[in-house]
Each structure stands twice: as structure tokens, then as C-alpha cells.
């Protein structure tokens, strides 16, 4: 079963507005992290947040994580053409570090 | 450095077909895992290994094998191919036998099964 779900399925916005995209997951976990894909590319990586930090920010992007409520939004600021991809959040058990599971993704869509 | 390296791109098989996806990293990695990813479905997780001749199963492993003799190869087999298994494949790397660090990810292999 999917242990992350994103939300919206899908987003539409203009240049220079914000993004935001959440992600709700199901037990406790140690570490959340976000992923982009391009159309017909590999996810890469964008941030990495572990359960003991409330927030992190790289670049444009920021990602909050609240463990009471079991989610994360991942928020990107003055989009850009180039920020249209798949996003998808990534979280791994508590019980053990090896798997990661993936959520179905946001599929955000920004017009010039 | 390469990073994760994937072959083919693109492949069509037949019914009842075997065929074996390539997947190798040239960044001494330890943790390496094979997904599917369909439509609609995000990325599911067939197998993984955290190191040499150490494989497990993830969510959705029937109709596949894996094998690791090498730290940077980790080959995906297809032991008789259904048209269930027509999908995006993908092969990731981590440093740690964990996930307490980024995956890196290939390109990517399409596979068709008629």
C-alpha cells in the first residue's frame, strides 16, 4: 500500500507564483524526501527531511514536516517554465531504513 | 562519474519472453533497488539489495529476480513476460544500505510486452 499521498493530483499556476504540494503518509517514519521528474526522465532528487526537523529549505524550495499530523508540504516560490515535472514525496518505515515508499505525485504544470 | 546507468532505453518483448534490464553505478554505493512505475500508480518497489550478494523483495516482486555479484551491478530479470510487466522501469543507488541519504536514479528502461 502507498504509504505517501500527494495532493492535488494535479496543479496549474502561472510564472512567478507560488506552488504547493502536500503530502500525508500513514505510520512514523524517519525520514521524508522529495523527488522531481521530468516527462520521460529518472527522478531527481530535491530535499531530504528527517523526523526531527520541522523545516528545510533549498533554493526556491521549502519543505515543512508535522509528525502529529503525518505530513509534509514541499512549497516552491516564484515558479518557473522550467519547474513543470512531477513531484513526488518518499518516505521511509520507522521500523527499518531499507525501502523507501513513493506517493502517486503532483503533477504541476507552470505557463509562461 | 556516470551515476546510474541503464540499458536498453526501450524494449519490446513477446509473451512468455525472458529478458534481463541492466543497471549498474559507478559510485560505490551500497544500496541498490529496482521500481516500476505505471500510470497513475507512482513507483513501486520489485527488489533491492543492501550490498553484494544481499537481495530482498519489495512490494511487487513475482515474475522477477535479481542478483548481486558486484557493488555497482544490479541486474533485473524478467523470467517469462506478461504484458503486466509492460512498464517504466527504473534502477536507484543510495551511499548508506538505507535511506537516510538520496536515491540517485537512472533514465530509465520502457518496456512494451506483447
Known amino acids: 500500500s502507498q504509504q505517501g499521498e500527494e495532493d492535488p493530483q494535479a496543479l496549474s499556476i502561472q510564472e512567478g507564483e507560488n506552488a504547493t504540494m502536500n503530502c500525508s503518509y500513514k505510520?512514523?517514519?524517519?525520514?521524508l524526501q522529495w523527488y522531481r521528474q521530468n516527462s520521460g526522465r529518472g527522478l531527481v532528487h530535491l530535499i531530504l527531511?528527517?523526523?526531527?526537523?520541522r523545516e528545510k529549505h533549498s533554493g526556491r524550495l521549502r519543505v515543512t514536516l508535522d509528525t502529529s499530523k503525518k505530513s509534509s508540504s514541499l512549497l516552491i516560490t516564484a515558479s518557473r517554465a522550467a519547474d513543470t515535472a512531477s513531484y513526488f514525496c518518499a518516505t521511509d518505515a520507522n521500523s527499518g531504513y531499507s525501502t523507501l515508499t513513493f506517493g502517486k505525485g503532483t503533477m504541476l504544470l507552470v505557463s509562461p | 562519474n556516470a551515476g546510474v546507468t541503464q540499458t536498453p532505453k526501450f524494449q519490446v518483448l513477446k509473451t512468455g519472453q525472458s529478458m534481463t534490464l541492466q543497471c549498474a553505478q559507478d559510485m560505490n554505493h551500497e544500496y541498490m533497488s529496482w521500481y516500476r512505475q505505471d500510470p497513475g500508480m507512482g513507483l513501486r518497489l520489485i527488489h533491492y539489495s543492501v550490498g553484494a550478494g544481499i537481495t530482498d523483495q519489495g512490494e511487487v516482486p513475482n515474475g522477477y529476480n535479481v542478483s548481486r555479484s558486484t557493488t555497482e551491478d544490479f541486474p533485473l530479470r524478467l523470467l517469462s513476460a506478461a504484458p503486466s510487466q509492460t512498464s517504466v522501469y527504473f534502477c536507484a543507488s543510495s551511499y548508506e544500505a538505507g535511506m537516510r541519504t538520496e536515491q540517485y536514479f537512472g533514465p530509465g528502461t520502457r518496456l512494451t510486452v506483447t
Open positions: 527531511i528527517r523526523s526531527n526537523e
Open positions: 505510520t512514523s517514519i524517519n525520514n
